[in-house]
């Protein structure tokens, strides 16, 4: 069933998936479909069955935006000042902070425009499949504005600040080939392939010890901002509590007989 917000959730036994479904208007996001996604988002954290989150979008495009039309239209009176300063907290920049800060693994399948809020969501996962058509772009100095939705945080810890700027002050789109080379998506598969390939990355990860994929992908997330000490320190805390999981004693069971782990993801 398609949901109005243009954004439907479905659980579907340990998988979390997330559809982008307006392709009228690209995928572009409302407000109502980013209020979906970050519920859907705090929910899988909340879970303990949920073990990842499979992020798709129907028809051409990925997604494209936000949805400026429907942002910019208002019967009300001039809105008080710190009104976008309010509604980007809530709308954009929350959705960005809460899929990267997420305990699970995110894969995405990004075929066509990936542009804004659309190349963030693309970015901010932990495994992106890019069909041959995609292009990730950050068209907001090209567009007379500044970035937003974390562009300026992740892009230059992704790709270094020269390849960052050539992107954001040239509001250049990237295509597919270059993102791989530049380490932005992890494969490239044909336009009707991307839900296939999406799909064998999801059961891998569904297969995982997810505890442990989910304490090495916030360790992995925020290296660039702590000291050596800091890293050490918290490597030494997510140990701990992976050590305890009844998934490290699989694990270890399955090293000795020599056969594959069975994880629970618990």
């Given at each position: 069933?398609?949901?109005?917000?243009?954004?439907?959730?479905?659980?579907?036994?340990?998988?979390?998936?997330?559809?982008?479904?307006?392709?009228?208007?690209?995928?572009?996001?409302?407000?109502?479909?980013?209020?979906?996604?970050?519920?859907?988002?705090?929910?899988?954290?909340?879970?303990?069955?949920?073990?990842?989150?499979?992020?798709?979008?129907?028809?051409?495009?990925f997604c494209t935006g936000m949805n400026l039309v429907e942002a910019n239209t208002s019967n009300q009176e001039r809105p008080r000042t710190g009104h976008l300063r309010r509604r980007t907290a809530l709308g954009a920049n929350r959705l960005v902070k809460t899929?990267?800060?997420?305990?699970?693994?995110?894969?995405?399948?990004?075929?066509?425009?990936?542009?804004?809020?659309?190349?963030?969501?693309?970015?901010?996962?932990?495994?992106?499949?890019?069909?041959?058509?995609?292009?990730?772009?950050?068209?907001?100095?090209?567009?007379?504005?500044?970035?937003?939705?974390?562009?300026?945080?992740?892009?230059?810890?992704?790709?270094?600040?020269?390849?960052?700027?050539?992107?954001?002050?040239?509001?250049?789109?990237?295509?597919?080939?270059?993102?791989?080379?530049?380490?932005?998506?992890?494969?490239?598969?044909?336009?009707?392939?991307?839900?296939?390939?999406?799909?064998?990355?999801?059961?891998?990860?569904?297969?995982?010890?997810?505890?442990?994929?989910?304490?090495?992908?916030?360790?992995?997330?925020?290296?660039?901002?702590?000291?050596?000490?800091?890293?050490?320190?918290?490597?030494?805390?997510?140990?701990?509590?992976?050590?305890?999981?009844?998934?490290?004693?699989?694990?270890?069971?399955?090293?000795?007989?020599?056969?594959?782990?069975?994880?629970?993801?618990?």
């Open positions: 069933m398609t949901n109005e917000s243009g954004v439907d959730i479905t659980r579907d036994g340990v998988v979390l998936r997330v559809h982008l479904n307006h392709p009228a208007s690209g995928n572009a996001l409302s407000q109502a479909g980013i209020d979906e996604f970050v519920a859907a988002l705090d929910e899988a954290t909340r879970s303990n069955t949920v073990r990842v989150i499979a992020l798709t979008a129907e028809g051409r495009h899929l990267i800060e997420v305990p699970l693994p995110v894969v995405s399948g990004v075929r066509g425009w990936a542009a804004g809020i659309g190349n963030m969501l693309a970015l901010s996962s932990d495994y992106v499949v890019a069909s041959e058509t995609a292009k990730l772009w950050a068209p907001f100095v090209g567009r007379g504005f500044t970035p937003d939705s974390g562009t300026s945080y992740l892009l230059p810890r992704l790709v270094g600040t020269q390849r960052a700027k050539e992107m954001v002050l040239l509001s250049r789109p990237l295509l597919a080939e270059r993102a791989e080379q530049w380490g932005l998506v992890n494969d490239i598969v044909a336009d009707d392939a991307v839900e296939e390939r999406v799909e064998e990355v999801v059961q891998e990860f569904a297969r995982a010890a997810t505890v442990s994929v989910g304490l090495a992908k916030q360790m992995l997330n925020r290296s660039h901002e702590m000291t050596l000490e800091q890293a050490l320190d918290r490597e030494a805390t997510a140990l701990e509590i992976s050590l305890r999981t009844a998934d490290f004693k699989e694990g270890m069971s399955s090293l000795r007989e020599k056969r594959d782990p069975d994880y629970r993801g618990t």
